[in-house]
C-alpha cells in the first residue's frame, strides 16, 4: 500500500472535543478508538520505526510509548485511567490463532458461574477500594502530555452491566433476577459506589477532557437483559457518571455493543449521553442512524471489523470515504472502526482507514 502517514496530521484535543459536542464543524477528520490491541501497536512501532530513542528501561517507558504511538496514527488523546481496582473473575483461556497471535492465548469470562452466585460470596467477594488505586499515570501525563493532546479517561471503567454479568455469570444472573433480585440490586450498588469514587478521582484531572464509559448491554437480536431490568440496575449508574461529568465540563461517552434500540431513548434523554460507540453491520449502520439519533448526539467509528477482516484495500478506502461523506455533515462524526483493532484485522487494512481519513477533505 501507500504510505499511510504521507498527509500531516496534528493532534488537536479541542477539534476532537468540538466535534464530538457539534459545535461548528470541524477543520478536518478526526480519529477515535477504544483501543488497539497491542499487538497491532506494537507491529506499527516496528514497521515506522515509532519507538526510536526511547529506552524500555525508562520508568514511564508504557507513557511515552503511548504518545508517541497515538501521536504517529494520528490521535488528539491518550487512553489513561485509574489502575489498582482489579477484580478477579472466572475466566477460561484458549490458544489465540489471529495474524499478530498474543502470547498466553486469549482469555474469555466464564458464562455459567461467577464468583458471586449468592450472600455468602458476595460478603466474602475481595472487592476493590480506592486505598488501593494509582493515579501515577495520570500524574505523569498531567505535566508531560504535549499541549494539542489531552487523556481520555477510558479503561476499567463504567462496566455496570458487563460486571454484574461477569461476577454472576450470566446464566447465574438470568435466574437470579427471578430470585434475588435483592443480591443483584446489592453488587449494582457496591458497582455505583466504587465508580463514583473512581470518576471524582479521575476528573481531578485536568488533563482528562473526555470519559468514555464502556458496557456492554447487547447481543445481534437485543438487550442482553430486559430493558426495564437494566432501567433498575445499569442506567442510573451511568446517568450518574453522566452527571458528574457534565458538571465537570466534559463529555460523557459510551461504547456498548449489541442492539440498544429499546433504550436509545433512556441512554440519549435519561442519561444523557454525549457520544454512542460500537456498531456492527449486522445491527445497524453508523450511515443509517445518522440520521435518526444521529441527529441528537455523536457518532463514533463505525468502520465495521468483521468488514475490515475481509475486505481488500480498495474496498476499504471506499467505505471510508462513503461514510465520510455521509456522517460528517453537520459536525458529530469521529472516524474509527466498529469496535476496536483487534489483532486478526490485517494491518494494511487499519491503516488505510487511517490514510483515508487524512485525506478527506471537510
Not at 443480591?183 to 473512581?198: G, K, M, N, P
Request: with cysteine; aromatic share 10%.
Amino acid at each position: 500500500m501507500s504510505d499511510p502517514f504521507s498527509v500531516p496530521l496534528m493532534p488537536d484535543w479541542e477539534g476532537l472535543v468540538a466535534t464530538i459536542m457539534r459545535t461548528g464543524n470541524p477543520s478536518r477528520v478526526h480519529h477515535i478508538e477504544l483501543f488497539q490491541d497491542p499487538e497491532v501497536n506494537d507491529a506499527v512501532c516496528e514497521r515506522y520505526g515509532v519507538l526510536d530513542g526511547i529506552e524500555q528501561s525508562d520508568p514511564y517507558y508504557a507513557e511515552k510509548y503511548a504518545i508517541a504511538v497515538q501521536s504517529f496514527l494520528g490521535y488528539d488523546f491518550v487512553r489513561c485511567s485509574v489502575t489498582g481496582l482489579d477484580m478477579p473473575l472466572n475466566t477460561t483461556t484458549t490458544e489465540d490463532t489471529a495474524g499478530m497471535a498474543r502470547d498466553g492465548g486469549r482469555s474469555y469470562v466464564d458464562e455459567h458461574t461467577g464468583p458471586i452466585t449468592n450472600w455468602e460470596e458476595f460478603e466474602r467477594y475481595p472487592w476493590p477500594t480506592m486505598a488501593t488505586a494509582s493515579t501515577r499515570s495520570l500524574e505523569w501525563f498531567e505535566e508531560n502530555l504535549p499541549d494539542n493532546m489531552c487523556v481520555m479517561g477510558s479503561g476499567g471503567f463504567a462496566h455496570f452491566a458487563e460486571f454484574i454479568v461477569w461476577l454472576m455469570g450470566y446464566e447465574t444472573l438470568c435466574i437470579a433476577l427471578f430470585e434475588q433480585r435483592d443480591l443483584v440490586t446489592a453488587i449494582s450498588q457496591r458497582l455505583v459506589d466504587l465508580y463514583r469514587e473512581f470518576l471524582e478521582r479521575l476528573l481531578q484531572f485536568d488533563r482528562v477532557k473526555i470519559i468514555w464509559g464502556s458496557d456492554d448491554m447487547g447481543f445481534k437480536g437485543g438487550t442482553l437483559i430486559s430493558p426495564d431490568d437494566l432501567r433498575e440496575f445499569v442506567l442510573p449508574g451511568h446517568k450518574l457518571m453522566a452527571e458528574m461529568t457534565h458538571a465537570a465540563g466534559r463529555p460523557y461517552l459510551l461504547h456498548s455493543c449489541g442492539d440498544l434500540s429499546a433504550i436509545m431513548d433512556d441512554l440519549i434523554d435519561g442519561v444523557d449521553i454525549d457520544a454512542k460507540h460500537s456498531f456492527e453491520d449486522t445491527i445497524e449502520l453508523v450511515t443509517a442512524v445518522k440520521d435518526t439519533y444521529g441527529q441528537r448526539i455523536a457518532l463514533l467509528g463505525g468502520i465495521d471489523v468483521d468488514f475490515l477482516c475481509r475486505s481488500n484495500e480498495a474496498e476499504v478506502r471506499q467505505r471510508v470515504r462513503e461514510t465520510l461523506e455521509k456522517c460528517t455533515p453537520g459536525s458529530g462524526y469521529v472516524l474509527g472502526t466498529g469496535n476496536s483493532v483487534a489483532n486478526y484485522i490485517p494491518l494494511d487494512n487499519y491503516l488505510a482507514m487511517l490514510d483515508e481519513g487524512r485525506r478527506f477533505a471537510l
